[in-house]
C-alpha cells in the first residue's frame, strides 16, 4: 500500500512538472492492476423506462409512505428475536421453491442443502421458527428461484421491468415470480383473500424490519437512485445465475428479494 501511495504521488509530481503526460502515468500506474482488471459492467435493457420510471416513483412514496412505516411500529411491538422468527418461519416454508429449482438446475448439491435445512429446522427448530441448520451446523440457505433456472439455460432477461410493490425485475424474472407462486405451500393453505394477503404482508414486513435502511442509504447516496438500482438488480442477477460481473458486492436484503411484496402471491396466481 505504501508503495502504491509513493508511485502515485511520484508520477503526480513528474506531471506537475512537465516530465510526464498524463496518459503515461496512466499506463505505468495501471499495469500494477492489470491482473485485476474488473470484467465489463454489463447492463439490461430498458425500453419501458418512461414506464419504469412511473412506477418505480408511486413504489418510493408507498415504500417512504406505508411500508417502512409500518414496518418501523412493527419493530416497537415486536422484539428482534421474534422478528426473526417470524421471518425464519416464512423462510423454511419457501423451501420447495429453492429446492425444486435447485433441482431442475442440477444443482444436487443445492438440493440436498435446502433438503437437510428443511428437515432440520421442521425438527429441532420447532416448525422452522429457528434456524439450527445454519446457528449449529453452518449449512446457509440457498438462492434458487425460476428466473435463475431460466437463465442458467441460457434465457436472457428480455428487458427490465419495475414492479408495481415488487420492485426492480424483468421480463424473464417476472415470469419466473409467476411459476415459483404455484410451489409456495401458503397458497394452498384454505384461506381466504384477505387472509392470504394479510400472511403475505406479515412476511414482506418482517423482513423489511430487519433491514437496516438498505434503500435509504440508496437514495441519499446515489444521484440517480433509478439507474443505480436498475444496474445493481442486472449485476446481481448475473452472479447468481453463475456469470462473471463487474462487482459482485451487490445487496442482500429485502430491497432486491423478489418476492418480498408480491402481488402475484398476494392474490394467489
Known sequence: MLLR?????????????????????????GDEFSDNQAVAEKLIADPLQTLNRGTFWVNDKLYFYLFKPAARGYRLVLPRPARVSVGNFFSNLATPIRAGNALLQLEFRKFGTETYRFVINTTFGIGGLFD?????????????????????????????????????????????VFVDSFADPIRYVNLETVEYMGVKFLDAETRLSLDRETYEGIVHDSIDPYLFIRAAYAQRRLAQVGEDTYNVNIFEGPLFDGDLLNPFDWFGF
Not at 20 to 25: K, L, Q, T, Y
Not at 136 to 160: C, M, N, P
Not at 164 to 174: K, M, Q
Open 132 to 176: 439450527p441448520a445454519e446457528s449449529v451446523a453452518g449449512v446457509k440457505k440457498q438462492v434458487e428461484d425460476f428466473g435463475q433456472t431460466l437463465g442458467r439455460y441460457g434465457f436472457g432477461h428480455g428487458f427490465y421491468l419495475v414492479l408495481p410493490i415488487v420492485g426492480p425485475s424483468s421480463l424473464r424474472d417476472a415470469t419466473g
Open 5 to 29: 501511495i509513493f508511485i502515485s504521488c511520484f508520477f503526480g509530481y513528474l506531471i506537475l512538472i512537465g516530465s510526464v503526460s498524463a496518459d503515461d502515468f496512466d499506463a505505468a500506474f
